[in-house]
C-alpha cells in the first residue's frame, strides 16, 4: 500500500509558499503520489450597486484569478519536471482554509503540506498562522507544516 495517493500543496505566490517543494517531490516519489498544488483568488469585494464598480470588481478578480493560475502553473511545472505527476486548481474563496479542506477532500488527498510564517501586518492569506490553524483543525487528513 502506498503512503500517500495525492498530496495537496496550497500556494499563495510569495517565495516562501515555495519552500516545500523538495519535500514535496520527494514524499511524492517515495509514494508514488500525485501533486495537487492549490492557489486560491480572493473574491472581490464591493457593496456598491454602481455599474463602474461592479465592472471593476470583475476585473479585479480576473486579475486575482489569472494571478492564481500563474502561481500554480510555476509549481506544476517545477513538480512535473522532477517527473511527478501534477493536477492543479484554481479557486475563488474568502475562506481560504475552507477551501483548502474541501479540495483535499474532493482530491482524495491524504496529506496537506504547507508552509507558513508569522504574523503579517497585511491581509490574511494561505500561509498566515490563523488559516494554517484552521485547516489543522478542520482537516481530515494529516497537515505537513513547514516554518
Same mark, same amino acid.
Not at 15 to 23: D, I, V
Not at 36 to 50: K, M, W, Y
Given at each position: ?34 501533486? *495537487? ?63 483548502? *479542506? ?40 494529516? *497537515?505537513? *507544516?513547514?516554518?
Amino acid at each position: 500500500k502506498k503512503m500517500f495517493n495525492a498530496i495537496l500543496w496550497p500556494v499563495d505566490g510569495s517565495p516562501l509558499s515555495f519552500t516545500p517543494l523538495q519535500a514535496v517531490i520527494d514524499m511524492a516519489r517515495m509514494s508514488g503520489a500525485t501533486v *495537487v498544488v492549490l492557489s486560491i483568488a480572493e473574491p472581490r469585494l464591493f457593496r456598491a450597486s454602481d455599474a463602474d464598480a461592479i465592472e471593476s470588481g470583475k476585473e479585479v478578480e480576473a486579475a486575482r484569478l489569472d494571478a492564481a493560475q500563474r502561481q500554480v502553473d510555476k509549481v506544476r511545472a517545477a513538480v512535473q519536471q522532477a517527473g511527478i505527476t501534477c493536477d492543479d486548481v484554481v479557486a475563488v474563496a474568502a475562506l481560504p482554509s475552507a477551501e483548502i *479542506v474541501h479540495t483535499a477532500r474532493l482530491r482524495g488527498c491524504d496529506l496537506i503540506v504547507m508552509a507558513t510564517r508569522g504574523k503579517l501586518g497585511m491581509i490574511d492569506t494561505v500561509l498566515s498562522p490563523s488559516c494554517t490553524q484552521e485547516v489543522i483543525e478542520a482537516s481530515p487528513v494529516p *497537515v505537513l *507544516v513547514f516554518p
